[in-house]
């Protein structure tokens, strides 16, 4: 019995969300049809996270266990071959039988991508949010500074959550500027449902006036989500990278 | 009569180039369509080059004559409406009567993509070349400083060229790795046909050593085209900048 990892990469614009659904198409669902085809049977995978519809991703993780022995490159090739446009597998290798995609991971890294021009890019469409308002970061980053560290994302996360321990870490928090293209990296040990959607459209309110750090503060230390901004759309959202090791950096912020 | 330079940026696929054609789409045609809907007449526009079948922009420019007094947020705004998914205006602006999106310009900078790996990417599909051989880099930078500077480069250009003068000057050349990215940026005063693809496949022929540094300066020596590289792709190349100053850096070049 082989446990392998595969390694995704996604376009989630068709798909809602990476988890299997009862009546909507997933990510998951696809891959396991692909898999079916060439294994011969259907799989239980276990994936690193629940992406939500609409979100895309650079990579995203999961495992299975197999009795097959087809080579991995062989997988790969068949798995790319049949699986749609928007779905593609970066690699493909076999791991020690107790490795869990979601319960081995030891962090993740997010990307959100905002087009900021009124001019249109079609490179971007469905795959940033087009935010014409002038961005001016350096308001940012004070606040992307009281949002690093280990609070209770309560106050940031939907009420749908089906958790009950709401603290987490995050160890980056950053917006940069590459032409009008702006991106906000988030790195946290994990992240609440819709948490790096309500982050970003915390920055946005700041970056409009409508929130103040000391507002931000007081959002995170009261745990209300009312206080926080709004959740901006899944276009532009990337699971980019899943970590199963603890990153360099990373125990210097938790640190602080 | 206003003189309006419009910035376009377009995915390439769906079009047989940028130059108006009798039987087949155009870019220039699609936005002279649009252009006929917003002005109420059809004008004759100026391209600042012609790309090929396929080729991308991250930033195309033409300029036309108008005698239409409307406001260029609102020229913009109306295009951007009326185009199609795949090709948008990132700017609008009047620029002096004697403006010629051609014959003003200095220079032009393009990307090719090379999407280096053999697991499939989604978000290059048709937009990079895929290409799953190790590439070697430090291997390809000397044969990129030979090309820089002055040459007659009819060596590296389609036979079908209509061009008699073939000299043009290289300013940058260059190859970068960002993970599995592979990305090649050529900087020059003008370029022949199928010019930027033939560098880019010389390039790759002696990442595969089907061809040495060598040969590739006898190829610049003797013009002869058949001891270039193939042609690679359209999908993987982008017009990514049109100079219409020069950029500082240049001139230092230059006097190479």
């Known amino acids: 019995m082989r446990n392998i990892l595969l390694t995704l990469c996604y376009i989630g614009t068709a798909y809602h969300g990476s988890q299997v659904q009862a009546n909507a198409r997933s990510v998951t669902e696809t891959v396991q049809d692909a898999m079916e085809i060439v294994l011969g049977r259907r799989e239980d995978v276990k994936g690193c996270s629940r992406t939500d519809s609409g979100v895309h991703a650079n990579r995203f993780c999961m495992n ?6 087809l080579p991995l490159y062989a997988l790969k090739r068949s798995l790319n071959a049949l699986l749609p446009e928007d779905i593609g597998v970066l690699d493909c290798r076999e791991v020690p039988a107790d490795f869990h995609a979601r319960y081995s991971c030891v962090g993740k890294r997010y990307r959100y991508l905002i087009w900021n021009s009124d001019g249109k890019n079609p490179f971007y469409k469905g795959r940033a949010l087009e935010y ?9 980053r004070p606040v992307c500074e009281i949002l690093c560290g280990t609070h209770d994302f309560r106050g940031f996360c939907s009420a749908k959550t089906d958790q009950t321990n709401t603290v987490r870490t995050l160890y980056r928090c950053e917006v940069r500027r590459q032409g009008d293209l702006v991106t906000c990296i988030v790195e946290g040990d994990g992240f609440l449902y819709n948490m790096v959607r309500i982050l970003v459209g915390t920055l946005l309110w700041v970056n409009e006036g409508k929130l103040d750090i000391g507002q931000v503060a007081r959002a995170l230390k009261e745990q209300n989500r009312s206080l926080a901004g709004a959740t901006v759309p899944a276009c532009g959202l990337y699971l980019d990278e899943v970590f199963y090791t603890r990153p360099v950096g990373w125990d210097a912020i938790c640190e602080n």
Chains 1, 2 share one sequence.
Request: hydrophobic share 35%; aromatic share 20%.
């Open 132 to 140: 014409w308002r002038p961005m001016d970061l350096e308001k940012l």
């Open 64 to 69: 299975f266990y197999t009795q097959s022995d």
